[in-house]
């Protein structure tokens, strides 16, 4: 089996699980949520497959262009989601993180993305980029957490303001799941995206730093988390000015991730 097979059965997986997670948010029914999260498991199965395969096909390492990249950022939010589930049976959560992958796999599926494996520039051909690019992503899935959480915190947190009842989980538990979630990401993004990033670097262009747009917006997405754990474990801050800086940096992530490959020019142009 190839993984062009694969990858359209795992988002077909993941479809079919969206559907039963939003099922459940309109009739209720708790096993609704079970059915979700047992096709979602499925699908992450299947998708292993799909970037092993993809991997042996290619030679490399299975996200050196968009298409791949968007694949297996939709494969670390998956992962992310599973273990957020795993801890706080917030299936809320998971329905509204299945539409972020939902797009991911759409946005990858479109005949925009071109789907060949290509030989490698140099500048890749490095197990850095193993390192590097994995391990960054790895980091954003959990800012993607974060990033839900906080909106489903506000969300909460005005019902509650009403006297209204948001969900199983409180605004507080929203706001303790969102700082979770910066405290696993935020280590991991530093480490692939800045550390490994600069390692490689110096590998490839013999410098640690060129100030290249992507390296700039990684490191204002940085920014952005540090400064939402630094005015949270030294200034005490919660609640909604929290949630705004995890909402805000994870856009800012985002247009990292896109935005600087498609409107900025620099020595990553090649993502």
Avoid: C
């Amino acid at each position: 089996m190839k993984e062009s097979t694969l990858f359209p059965l795992t988002f077909l997986f993941y479809l079919l699980a969206s559907f039963f997670y939003f099922s459940s948010l309109f009739t209720r029914k708790e096993k609704l949520n079970r059915t979700g999260s047992g096709l979602v498991i499925i699908g992450f199965f299947i998708h292993n497959l799909a970037l092993i395969f993809r991997t042996i096909e290619s030679g490399h390492a299975p996200f050196t262009n968009m298409y791949e990249s968007l694949s297996f950022f939709a494969w670390s939010t998956v992962l992310a989601m599973l273990i957020a589930e795993k801890v706080f049976r917030f299936y809320r959560l998971s329905a509204y993180l299945m539409l972020l992958v939902i797009a991911l796999m759409a946005l990858a599926s479109s005949p925009l993305m071109p789907k060949e494996a290509t030989p490698l520039v140099p500048a890749l051909q490095s197990y850095w980029l193993w390192l590097h690019v994995s391990v960054t992503l790895l980091g954003e899935a959990f800012f993607a957490v974060a990033f839900i959480a906080s909106i489903l915190y506000l969300v909460a947190s005005a019902k509650e303001n009403k006297g209204q009842s948001f969900s199983s989980l409180s605004s507080e538990k929203l706001d303790s799941l969102s700082y979770r979630a910066v405290a696993i990401g935020f280590p991991l993004f530093t480490l692939g995206g800045l550390v490994f990033g600069m390692v490689w670097a110096n590998v490839a262009w013999g410098r640690y730093w060129a100030w290249d747009p992507k390296e700039v917006w990684s490191l204002i997405t940085w920014f952005f988390y540090a400064l939402y754990l630094h005015t949270r474990i030294v200034m005490g801050w919660k609640g909604k000015r929290s949630a705004w800086i995890a909402i805000i940096g994870f856009l800012a992530a985002l247009f990292t991730y896109f935005g600087v490959n498609y409107l900025l020019s620099g020595l990553h142009s090649y993502a």
